[in-house]
């Protein structure tokens, strides 16, 4: 079945950093959009980062200049390289897999199919 982990969470204090991977299987990898959301408790999930399958990304006012998306199709793997962490950046980090096909999925959550678990990122 269809498998999206994540790992690479945990804590760490206000401008460290931390590189956040998503292992992707039993899907087709290439052809998606990929992408990062994060959540609070009682808060909406957010789009963070996202990258097309031609590699174009797009950025969340928030992380623009700290975070950086990327992905390797050899390894069906996504990453979020988060640098210059804040407090405001703790949440439940979430990868998402779009639907294989043209559009633009973005950051908006109701455009992707496949979601991972989740890791925790504390900055404190």
């Known amino acids: 079945h269809v498998q999206l982990v994540e790992s690479g969470g945990g804590s760490v204090q206000a401008g460290g950093s931390l590189r956040l991977s998503c292992a992707v299987s039993?899907?087709?990898?290439?052809?998606?959009?990929m992408a990062w959301f994060r959540q609070v408790p009682g808060k909406e999930r957010e789009g963070v980062a996202s990258i097309s399958n031609a590699g174009g990304s797009i950025y969340a006012d928030s992380v623009k200049g700290r975070f950086t998306i990327s992905r390797d199709d050899a390894r069906n793997t996504l990453y979020l390289q988060m640098n210059s962490l804040k407090p405001d950046d703790t949440a439940v980090y979430y990868c998402?897999?779009?639907?294989?096909?043209?559009?633009?999925?973005?950051?908006?959550?109701?455009?992707?199919?496949?979601w991972g678990q989740g890791t925790q990122v504390t900055v404190s």
């Open positions: 039993a899907i087709t990898f290439s052809g998606r959009w």
């Open positions: 998402a897999a779009s639907p294989v096909g043209p559009g633009l999925a973005g950051l908006v959550p109701n455009r992707y199919q496949y």
